[in-house]
Structures are given as C-alpha cells and as structure tokens.
C-alpha cells in the first residue's frame, strides 16, 4: 500500500535489523510519495554534477558513483564495529554511492550534518523518498569528519524501497535541497 502522505523514516540502528521470535511481523509503511511538480528535464544535471559547493563545501568535491539494490548494507564504524542496515520482509534498500574528495593539499573537516541538506530520490518521475536515517559512518547525510589531503572517502545514501518499486524503476533522479535551493542530478 503506497499513501500519498510523507512519512518520516525512522533510524535503523543495528537492533531494529534483528526481528525478535515472538514478535508478529509488520510491514514498515512505504515512504514513498507521489511527485506532484513537473521535472523540466533541460534544468536536470547530469551524473557527474559535483554537489560539493552546492552543499557549502568548497573544498571538496562530492560526487555520485553508482548504486545498487539490496537486502542489506554492510558498513562499519570508526572502531571497526560492524554495522549491517536489513532491509524489512518486502522491501529492498537503494544505496547510493559517493565519492568525497579533498581538493587540497590540507586535510579538511567536512560537516553536512549540520547543514540539514535533504536529499529525495524521484524514480520515474512518479515517486519520491527521503533518505533514510541510519547510524552509518559513511552516511551523506551525516557526515562529519576529516578528509586527508587530496584523498578521498567513499560515502552511501540509503533509501528503503518496496520490492515491486525496486524492481520496476528504470529513471532515477536525485533531488538536493539546501532549504534556499535545490539541484536535481540523473543517476539513471
């Protein structure tokens, strides 16, 4: 069931993952919303469109990879503790991948978590979601730490989707919102 109304993700920490044996088992609602304005696909930028000053970082470059449809993202946390986002029964996660890049020759404290950038995906120019909110060092959305001089950190966005969305989905968009602007970017 797909409703028109925005839920909020949840943040998925390592315990929601593990279903507990007596538990009856529910189905998360859809975060999903349907899109309501029209996409002009001439402001639409392409793939390789750097975030990084968009986002306030001038420093760094923030670029999209690739992505991938999965049950479950492995991850681990600035003590090397192993960390694993489960997608629930029906649903699959999008991760977006991302490339931080320090364009200089000092290291650089990025910090996009105070910056409350939000970030949607648009699927067929019909749907769109929020990222999700997880726990994840590597996750865009929260980033906060220090790139090295001219290296780089490969960071995810996380989205949960039904499978039969999942499944379905040949356009993928993604939408960044500054809260003064906003820039859409075709991954797909």
């Given at each position: 069931?797909?409703?028109?109304?925005?839920?909020?993700?949840?943040?998925a920490t390592p315990e929601d993952?593990?279903?507990?044996?007596?538990?009856?088992?529910?189905?998360?609602?859809?975060?999903?919303?349907?899109?309501?304005?029209?996409?002009?696909?001439?402001?639409?930028?392409?793939?390789?469109?750097?975030?990084?000053?968009?986002?306030?970082?001038?420093?760094?470059?923030?670029?999209?990879?690739?992505?991938?449809?999965?049950?479950?993202?492995?991850?681990?946390?600035?003590?090397?503790?192993?960390?694993?986002?489960?997608?629930?029964?029906?649903?699959?996660?999008?991760?977006?991948?991302?490339?931080?890049?320090?364009?200089?020759?000092?290291?650089q404290y990025i910090d996009l978590?105070?910056?409350?950038?939000?970030?949607?995906?648009?699927?067929?120019?019909?749907?769109?979601?929020?990222?999700?909110?997880?726990?994840?060092?590597?996750?865009?959305?929260?980033?906060?730490?220090?790139?090295?001089?001219?290296?780089?950190?490969?960071?995810?966005?996380?989205?949960?989707?039904?499978?039969?969305?999942?499944?379905?989905?040949?356009?993928?968009?993604?939408?960044?919102?500054?809260?003064?602007?906003?820039?859409?970017?075709?991954?797909?």
């Open positions: 069931d797909i409703t028109t109304e925005e839920i909020l993700p949840e943040i993952s593990q279903p507990e044996d007596d538990e009856p088992s529910v189905l998360p609602e859809d975060n999903s919303e349907v899109v309501t304005e029209d996409i002009d696909d001439e402001d639409v930028k392409d793939s390789s469109y750097d975030i990084g000053a968009f986002v306030g970082e001038s420093n760094v470059s923030v670029q999209y990879m690739y992505y991938m449809v999965t049950d479950h993202y492995p991850s681990y946390d600035k003590d090397g503790m192993y960390i694993e986002i489960e997608a629930p029964t029906g649903y699959k996660l999008l991760v977006l991948k991302f490339k931080i890049e320090n364009k200089t020759n000092e290291d978590y105070s910056k409350d950038i939000e970030y949607k995906i648009i699927l067929d120019n019909a749907r769109s979601a929020k990222q999700m909110l997880t726990i994840l060092m590597d996750d865009l959305y929260t980033y906060q730490d220090t790139v090295e001089a001219s290296m780089y950190e490969e960071v995810v966005l996380l989205f949960q989707l039904s499978d039969s969305i999942a499944e379905s989905m040949e356009d993928i968009k993604l939408k960044v919102d500054n809260g003064t602007d906003e820039v859409i970017i075709q991954l797909q």
